[in-house]
């Protein structure tokens, strides 16, 4: 496959998606195991998100 002139340019666009979309992926697991850390340390706690809120009336 041939990609002419342009190939440097064209090869380089792939690897940065490519890369970003990794770099996407790897930020969203590592703030969902935060998220769950912390959700699992209120929980230890005895605060619950299915506990209805007191200060609202």
């Known amino acids: 496959m041939d990609l ?21 992926i790897a930020w969203v697991r590592i703030d969902k195991f935060v998220q769950d850390r912390a959700l699992k340390q209120l929980a230890e706690q005895g605060i619950s998100r299915n506990q209805p809120d007191s200060r609202k009336t």
């Open 4 to 24: 002419g002139p342009h190939s440097g340019f064209i090869i380089a666009s792939y690897a940065l998606c490519f890369l970003t979309v990794l770099a996407l």
